[in-house]
């Protein structure tokens, strides 16, 4: 997404076939998503994710090896086919290893990773991209995935707590049923479908609509990761431990208000000179990551930990075509004056987004999550395993 208005320029490609470029991915992430649903709780959850990871390496040399606007889109795709999963299973094990009094914080520090990630390899990547081309940032981003996956596969331990005999006895379709039989669990399907769309309605456009409206440099795009990453990095584990001290629900509806204020400034933003806009960049990364800490903590306390590998890999794959459907729509109702280069209707996908979210605050109170009971959870004793954060 930093790299769209690079993109859109080389391709000569539209804000609709860039968000396609975009929803590839999370379309497809969605599709293994829903495959996973079916397998994912009968293996040792460590061994999905190398072999994920490494579908996601070999996926991401060839979008750097791309050259078209068509072999982009089927490189993304098939990234997209990998990465998805991935979320889930991470999300999987650090649910199972970590407690629900302490989850919140645990997915603060998770939260610090897309920090890092932004503090570093976007703007290392969007250096790469000005300086050299954008096959660069993929094919750097390959190299760094095989020493990941080499540590990965010295110390991340086995996490096989949730099989037993009964889970490798059951036919595959049983953990899709008991999540239709559950209202629970459908609710908070529902709610994070809502709560991505939200964000993907913004995300996506933030990039081109920087440089065609609010008339910064595509070599600039660089702070705005740099700065929202930067502050992200310190608010994500306050967030957390906040959710855990007041409650999750709390938090999470707090953090949809406020984000109101910066979703305005982002999608409203005209010319403006570069402080200015790190400010409202900053503001937005903030006010995104701290809906979502308290989201995924209230999310994981929703199915026990027998079923969990399935629920996260369905909603994962639910995720992921709200991601696709956001950036979509959102590519729909942005138009683009071919005279001057300016994006229009931007703030109309702002208010959508807005809308969206005050939604998500009513729904979530209707969710009766198995934290509120924790007799419900049942959690094995192999599972009670602490962890110091």
């Known amino acids: 997404m930093p790299l769209g208005p ?22 497809f992430a969605g599709l293994s998503g829903f495959l996973a649903t079916f397998y994912t709780d009968k293996f040792d959850r460590k061994k999905s994710l190398l072999m994920l ?21 089927i490189a993304r795709a098939l990234t997209g086919f990998f990465g998805g999963v991935m979320n889930s299973v991470v999300l999987s094990i650090v649910s199972d290893l970590i407690e629900y009094q302490r989850r919140g914080t645990a997915m603060g520090y998770l939260a610090t990773s897309f920090s890092v990630a932004s503090i570093i390899g976007v703007p290392f990547s969007l250096y790469l991209a000005h300086h050299y081309n954008y096959h660069s940032p993929f094919l750097f981003l390959a190299c760094v995935c095989l020493i990941v996956f080499i540590a ?25 049923l008991s999540i239709f039989k559950s209202k629970t669990q459908l609710t908070a399907l529902v709610f994070m479908f809502y709560v991505m769309f939200s964000h993907f309605c ?12 609010a008339g910064i440099s595509e070599s600039d795009l660089t702070w ?18 906040l959710a855990d001290r007041f409650g999750k629900t709390k938090i999470f509806i707090g953090s949809v208000l406020f984000s109101t204020i910066p979703i305005l ?20 990364f903030v006010s995104a990551g701290s809906r979502m800490i308290p989201a995924q903590a209230l999310i994981s306390s929703a199915v026990v930990p027998e079923n969990r590998g399935a629920f996260m890999s369905l909603l994962s794959c639910i995720q992921s075509l709200s991601m696709a459907l956001g950036a979509y729509v959102a590519g729909r109702i942005i138009v683009k ?9 931007y703030p109309l996908v702002g208010y959508v987004a807005i809308a969206i979210g ?32």
């Open 6 to 27: 690079q993109l859109m320029r080389i391709f000569n490609i539209n804000p609709h076939e860039f968000s396609l470029l975009v929803s590839s991915y999370t379309f």
């Open 53 to 73: 990871f490494m579908g996601f390496t070999i996926a991401t040399a060839l979008c750097g090896l791309a050259n078209t606007f068509e072999t982009m889109l």
């Open 152 to 176: 990965a596969l010295k110390y991340i331990p086995a996490v096989n707590q949730h099989l037993s005999e009964n889970t490798s006895k059951r036919h595959f379709w049983e953990p899709v």
């Open 202 to 213: 913004i995300i996506p456009f933030i990039s081109p609509t920087f440089v065609a409206n």
């Open 224 to 241: 705005i990761y740099l700065v929202g990453g930067f502050c992200s990095i310190f608010t994500a584990p306050f967030v957390g431990k």
């Open 265 to 284: 400034f982002v999608t409203h933003l005209q010319k403006s000179p570069l402080y200015a806009v790190l400010v409202v960049s900053g503001l937005f």
């Open 337 to 345: 004056d071919d005279a001057t280069g300016f994006l229009h209707n």
């Open 358 to 389: 005050i939604l998500t605050i009513l729904i979530v109170q209707k969710i009766k999550f198995l934290d509120e009971n924790p007799n419900k959870l049942k959690y094995p004793e192999t599972e009670k395993v602490k962890y110091r954060l």
